[in-house]
């Protein structure tokens, strides 16, 4: 299920050849527009060779090679074959590190959680895989309680794919740890129809798809009583970014929602991302201890 690239073609021995047309895909709002303008340009090819031309791109997020991972394996899922070309070496190697490229480099620094693909009934399997690689050293001080709450809301991210999004292909993971800029990053990315599809299958319907995942992303909103979105673990995790000046963000379909610090933006994408992502950004520079003063209460975090 990795990507496979080489580093040149002539055009004319591919059937199709697409342009990836930005310098940059990082975890916001123009990375995922970027993601979703791919997505359109090859989503519409069946039983087709595509070729995906980096040539203009000039940076990418390491973790967001779990929704590049999304994108291309819904289009496999077509019967078509997808190969990446002129993507720099520096690219190459950080996309290699972090196993979504094939020719899997090894991570000296120890700074890449590996982007992995989970089966939707994988629930144990990716609870070991963030309580391996998450809670790093660098991450800021949790007591025992809160650590528990902090994986459970994990955990619950990936419920939601399990539950509502009834995507075809597996879930997709991975993270990096940038120690310059003082960040950890964790995305988890499904292929499922989207916040909006199973909110309107439960007859919840919403005038956007941005509007969709702000109501979900509310404490005891939820499609079904007991499902994720809405979880305590879900709400601990928008506190704690909150405390931590972190971000978690998601972008589902042709809708975007972001939690920057105490601040909350909605925009409407151009375009369709292949299902849900959802982003984690944890601020490693925070050097204060959290504690949870209920375990039912996600706002008693101190």
């Not at 895909?25 to 979703?36: E, R, Y």
Request: aromatic residues 8%.
């Amino acid at each position: 299920m990795q990507l496979s690239h080489e580093d040149w073609i002539t055009p004319v021995t591919r059937d199709v050849m697409v342009t990836l047309g930005t310098r940059e895909v990082a975890a916001d709002i123009a990375g995922f527009q970027a993601l979703a303008t791919l997505h359109g340009q090859i989503s519409e090819y069946e039983h087709t060779k595509i070729g995906i031309d980096c040539s203009s791109l000039r940076w990418i997020d390491a973790q967001l090679g779990a929704c590049l991972m999304t994108i291309v394996n819904s289009c496999r899922e077509k019967g078509n074959e997808v190969i990446i070309y002129n993507i720099s070496f520096n690219i190459q190697t950080i996309l290699k590190k972090n196993k979504t490229l094939q020719g899997s480099l090894s991570d000296n620094y120890g700074t890449t959680i590996p982007v992995t693909g989970f089966k939707l009934d994988n629930e144990v399997e990716f609870s070991r895989y963030c309580s391996s690689n998450i809670l790093r050293p660098e991450v800021p001080k949790m007591s025992r309680g809160l650590r528990e709450k902090f994986l459970e809301g994990l955990d619950e991210l990936f419920a939601n794919s399990s539950l509502h999004s009834k995507a075809k292909i597996p879930v997709f993971a991975g993270g990096q740890f940038f120690p310059k800029k003082d960040r950890l990053t964790f995305v988890i990315s499904d292929a499922g129809q989207g916040i909006s599809g199973s909110l309107g299958a439960a007859g919840l319907h919403f005038s956007s798809t941005s509007d969709a995942i702000d109501w979900a992303m509310q404490m005891n909103n939820s499609a079904r009583s007991g499902d994720i979105p809405g979880g305590l673990g879900l709400g601990i995790l928008q506190e704690f970014v909150k405390l931590n000046g972190g971000c978690l963000l998601v972008c589902s379909h042709d809708g975007y929602w972001e939690l920057r610090g105490n601040r909350v933006s909605k925009h409407d994408l151009r375009g369709i991302f292949p299902g849900t992502a959802v982003s984690l950004e944890i601020n490693t520079a925070d050097t204060r201890s959290y504690h949870m003063a209920s375990r039912v209460n996600p706002h008693e975090i101190w």
